[in-house]
């Protein structure tokens, strides 16, 4: 197996996707809020999808293909984020213009071309993920370019569309959805299909388009409020889309991988062709459970006492490809095995394994003989519902057709590992056709000059702003991904305070905190400008503001300046200071005379238990030593 | 309509919607295929597919280049399923009138409306042959609000010719808006029929993966060939779920919601049937006419048109009924208000509908009593004001809904004349649309 790849050689070429949700208040079709119930669903509701022609009269591949799993669907409908709109029991309502406005102002931050009308497209998906049977989604920008480092991408497509319903269960007949999540917005970004890159830049044009879509500060933030898919291919191989790539790091390893399993699926390819395998070799799969009525092989019989069938067929000069690795982990057995599970059976068994382990071996070889079995071929055997291993049986067969030929255009889903499985063929363009239940959407020329004005500043160059402020590009980043952003900018506009001391308390000072299990959630924007504005005023000093912190977050109902009063962490006076370490003074003379060098130091300690957060550590050593001197020059009386 | 411009534009490059274009503006070009005009999109824009399967606008100028690569006719092209006759099993005739169940995106118009050929129909719904032979054809192609007096004869007599031949069943394809009319309307038409006559709708066009059209085809066939069930009645989805329908009489039952797939609901009745998605049944009515082939539908398509309906509220002015005598109408449904109430204020006579109600009684108007609570009988003795309505001469119209009512007082109207025959007939139960009794369990 191949491991260190020329990608040049090899001609890949891959694309990314990325979906992000937005932060608006209502669903991009409804007056429902755009968010997740945290609440239990109420009820429940079932259907069934169905293939249908698009407006060219052509039954999307994809939507067919579903159509033949003939899966039911469950829906949970949610007291307040579920309504009739999302149930496909009331047209949608207009688009969301706050929605179109956002991704507008991304479209315009790439320079996209902005068509003159937006128009909703159906885009069918009948796995159940949308009630409707389609996906709404437009295109608001067109040939636009990400920019950064230098280096330009070109991204022919930003949409809008509606996030898919969330996948609760599947039991392979039944999938169970969730409908608060239906409809919430999103914005699509797609490169080009891009060449002459490694995987790894993949994930840095990924970083980037998430920093790019961040910068608007219009999105949701959190688990699965960003999902990445990319596409990739090679020279001889053929477009593959994987789908919700978990972390960024993960879309190298996906990508890489892809290459690996396309590669290898090429010399699959080339090695039928050489042993003279064609399409006159298949024969169809035939009813082999006879042959296990006294198998003895728990599994067999598991299958036998449901009532269930085994069905066989025999794969001619197939032997022993089963067995290669087409990427780690994975084999074109175990990947055949996944159009059988897509099918609703458990996968599939064949002669390319070790079959000691079933306690099969015997049985296997009367199915090989029944089938006509010869030396170079691989016989395969699919247990099930009847109706199902069928299906299951054609899946693999009529993929392993494919594999004469070519290897299939379709959509995987990725894995943790980066490894990924296969789901659905993929779709073309037939599976678009337009939403004529809603009107489109007129982008005039002043709403683009309106947009253009609030155009935010991009996070890029926001990085280099505060890298101008002395703070490292690391913390930039930090504080550019952290829930901070807006306090941090508040603070940098509205104190002197420098932006490393600010910066220090918002990273570092607020997560101990957090840890120490203080509710610093309490501490809102106003309130932190608050205290950076009494620090700027020597209100309160730099040593205080842990102590401020806990107390605003303790007491979130009084003003700040109210909690630093109930808590004495005002600051003191200098001439209030001197008073406090004369009065020290005084009560520990004794030791002052007994050691001049270090009667500072000891007393340092009993001076700071009165005065510590009220005033800086500096300014009482300092005056805690000029006290001291003049306690010796005075003499005892 | 595109503006001049651009429409003299197109017209000078010769291109027509369905043709591939290359589209430049500024620094931008688009390639793609020219939709047809859509009736909502701006004047200026055109519209075109582009190769990623999107549709954008874009806006016309006098800068912006239009050049035709080519012509291809991608539009308005159904797979079709021909026809394979099996003797042992049932045959059903689906007769279509158009409607949302026979519709799909219309370009033209922005919407969706008819235009499926029967047997671009039937290789839609292709489970439908498992169940029965399935014959198909379309007798008109209206959407339901355009439905009139002589498409109602026209319809009945349709199947009546169809049903002649020995079927096991009709499935009649109708829009939902005012499918219950039809329904009322061809009960009192067809009496006596030797075999079930199902009108079935939906409200998801068939073009679309969620459309409730194969459920509720599916459900009236099993209904048809598993049941000895007789007569007109309707087939429509029992709840949002795809979990199965209901059968309902035809002469008792509303579009109760604009949009729901279970808009219809029996009113002061139940609901003949239930069908699973199994194809289960489950016989809710005890007594129905039973299936009799031999039997000869007796067939009456006479009505008369000039019947309206006219609906009461607070300060409903009596000289609105000025309007229907004039205009030559010979009954009105009146749907009143609770039990069945018009304004009869006694202190203002102006105001009060009573001495009009009685002016065009003597004219020679029938009026028949409904109330517009839907649910419920109306009853003419509990309050004065009802017994002076019913001194006017008016029929109180028992627990009819409304739409049988008026269908009904059609058919009545169109075939006698006489004050008496035609007051016996409305208080006669012809096809189920009268009940004495109403359950608990019939309301909501």
Redesign the interface.
């Known amino acids: 197996m191949t491991v260190n790849i020329d990608y040049q050689k090899i001609g890949l070429k891959y694309g990314v996707e990325i979906h992000q949700r937005l932060a608006t208040t209502r669903k991009l079709f409804c007056a429902c809020p755009a968010r997740i119930s945290t609440e239990q669903p109420i009820g429940t ?9 698009g ?3 052509l ?1 999307d591949m994809a ?1 067919a293909y579903e159509f033949i799993r003939n899966r ?1 669907f469950t829906y949970q409908i949610f007291k307040n984020e579920t309504c ?1 709109v999302d ?5 949608p309502h207009p688009i969301d213009p706050e929605a179109v406005k956002t991704v507008l102002e991304l479209a315009l931050l790439m320079k996209a ?1 902005i ?5 909703v ?1 159906r ?2 998906v ?1 796995d159940g993920s949308n ?4 996906q709404r ?3 608001v920008g ?2 636009g370019v990400l920019s950064y480092a230098n280096k330009k991408v070109f991204i022919p ?1 930003i ?1 809008v569309e509606e996030e898919s319903a969330g996948i609760v269960a599947n039991d392979g007949d039944n999938v169970t959805y969730r409908l608060d999540r239906l409809g919430i917005p999103l914005v699509e970004i797609s490169t080009g299909l891009l060449q002459g890159l490694t995987p790894k830049d993949a994930v840095e044009i990924a970083y980037h388009i998430g920093m790019l879509v961040r910068s608007t500060g219009k999105v949701l933030r959190g688990l699965g409020t960003i999902r990445q898919d990319v596409n990739v291919s090679i020279d001889g191989g053929n477009r593959v889309e994987i789908k919700g790539v978990q972390t960024l790091d993960l879309i190298e390893k996906a990508i890489e991988y892809e290459a690996q399993r396309q590669l290898a699926l090429k010399e699959v390819k080339d090695e039928l062709k050489s042993r003279g395998c064609k399409l006159e070799l298949f024969e169809k799969p035939q009813d082999v459970t006879h042959i296990f009525a006294d198998s003895k092989s728990k599994f067999i019989k598991k299958i036998l006492a449901e009532n269930n069938k085994i069905y066989g067929f025999n794969l001619a000069k197939f032997g022993g490809l089963l067995k290669k690795d087409l990427c780690p982990g994975k084999t074109f057995g175990k990947e055949l095995s996944e159009y059988a599970v897509a099918q609703g059976v458990g996968g599939i068994t064949h002669t390319d394994e070790d079959l000691t382990n079933y306690q099969m071996d015997a049985e296997m070889d009367r199915v090989k003989a029944f089938l006509g079995h010869e030396l170079e071929d691989c016989t395969v055997i699919v247990a099930g519902q009847g109706e199902k291993v069928v299906r299951a049986c054609n899946a693999v067969l009529e993929r392993c057709k494919t594999a004469l030929f070519e290897i299939p255009r379709e959509v995987r889903a990725a894995n943790e590992d980066g490894t990924t499985k296969f789901s659905r063929p993929l779709p ?7 939403e ?1 239940d809603i ?2 959407f ?1 982008i005039t020329k002043n709403l683009i000059e309106e947009t253009r004005k609030h155009i935010p500043e991009t996070w890029d160059k926001k990085l280099g702003r505060f890298v101008k402020m002395g703070l490292t590009k690391e913390l930039s980043d930090q504080i550019i991904r952290s829930e901070y952003l807006n306090d941090f900018e508040n603070i940098i506009k509205n104190t002197g305070v420098s932006a490393k001391f600010a910066a220090s308390v918002l990273m570092s000072t607020m997560t101990e905190l957090r840890r120490e299990g203080v509710k610093v959630e309490k501490v809102n924007e106003e309130k932190m400008l608050e205290i950076f504005k009494l620090l700027e005023a020597k209100k309160i000093g730099k040593e205080a503001v842990n102590e401020v912190l806990k107390g605003v977050s303790k007491y979130p109902m009084q003003t700040v300046d109210e909690t630093i009063s109930k808590l004495g962490l005002k600051t003191i006076s200098k001439e209030e200071l001197r008073a406090i370490i004369r009065d020290v003074v005084q009560k520990n003379i004794n030791v002052i005379k007994k050691d001049k060098k270090s009667a500072v130091k000891k007393l340092m300690g009993t001076v700071m238990k009165h005065v510590r957060g009220k005033i800086d550590g500096k300014v009482v050593n300092q005056i805690l030593i000029e006290e001291v001197k003049k306690s010796h020059a005075v003499g005892p009386p | 309509m595109y503006s001049k411009p651009l429409e003299k534009m197109l017209r000078k490059k010769k291109v027509e919607a369905g043709d591939d274009v290359r589209i430049t503006k500024e620094k931008n070009s688009y390639a793609g295929t020219v939709m047809p005009k859509s009736e909502s999109a701006d004047a200026n824009i055109i519209l075109i597919k582009l190769e990623n399967g999107y549709n954008i606008g874009i806006d016309y100028n006098s800068k912006v280049r239009i050049e035709k690569l080519g012509t291809k006719s991608r539009l308005e092209k159904f797979p079709t399923h021909a026809f394979t006759f099996d003797p042992k099993k049932p045959t059903i005739m689906i007769l279509h009138t158009g409607g949302t169940i026979a519709s799909r995106v219309d370009y033209k118009t922005g919407g969706v409306s008819p235009a499926f050929t029967p047997e671009e129909f039937i290789a839609m719904f292709p489970d439908l042959t498992k169940i029965a032979n399935i014959k198909s054809r379309m007798i008109m192609n209206i959407a339901s609000e355009d439905m009139d007096h002589t498409r109602y004869g026209h319809i009945a007599k349709e199947i009546e010719r169809d049903i002649k031949l020995g079927l096991d069943g009709i499935i009649l394809g109708h829009g939902t808006d005012t499918l219950h009319y039809s329904a009322a309307m061809l009960s009192f038409m067809l009496q006596n029929l030797p075999a079930p006559v199902i009108l079935v709708g939906s409200q998801r066009s068939s073009d679309r993966g969620s459309s409730d059209a194969a459920l509720n085809l599916a459900c009236a066939a099993n209904f048809i060939t598993k049941t000895d069930f007789s007569g007109v009645a309707v087939c429509m989805h029992e709840n949002p779920s795809d979990d199965g329908c209901l059968i309902l009489p035809a002469t008792k039952i509303r579009k109760m919601h604009t949009s729901r797939r279970d808009a219809f609901r029996p009113v002061n009745a139940n609901p003949i049937a239930r069908v699973g998605s199994d194809g289960k049944i489950e016989m809710i009515a005890e007594n129905y006419l039973k299936k009799d082939k031999k039997r000869n539908t007796i067939v009456n398509v006479n009505m008369d048109p000039k019947v309206a309906i006219i609906k009461m509220y607070p300060i409903a002015e009596p000289t609105i009924l000025d309007f229907y005598l004039k205009n030559g109408y010979r009954g009105i449904v009146i749907e009143g208000t609770g039990l069945g109430h018009v304004p009869a204020s006694p202190e203002d006579p102006k105001k009060s509908w009573l001495p009009s109600i009685k002016a065009v009684v003597k004219a020679g108007m029938t009026v028949v009593i409904t109330s517009q609570t839907i649910h419920g009988a109306t009853n003419k003795h509990v309050y004065k004001n009802l017994r002076l309505l019913e001194a006017t001469g008016v029929i109180f119209g028992e627990d009819m809904t409304t739409e049988a009512a008026y269908t009904k007082l059609c058919f009545v109207l169109g075939n006698t004349k006489d004050p008496a025959k035609i007051k016996e007939m409305l208080l006669t139960n012809i096809a189920g649309e009268i009940s004495q009794r109403r359950e608990l369990r019939q309301f909501p």
């Open positions: 509701i079932n259907r069934k999808l169905r293939a249908v022609a407006e060219l009269g039954i939507a039911m009739l149930i496909d029991e009331e047209p071309d068509p003159g009308e937006i128009h497209m885009k069918t009948i009630t409707s049977g389609f989604t437009a295109i067109l040939n497509v949409a073309g363009s037939s599976r678009l056709y337009p004529t009107p489109p007129r």
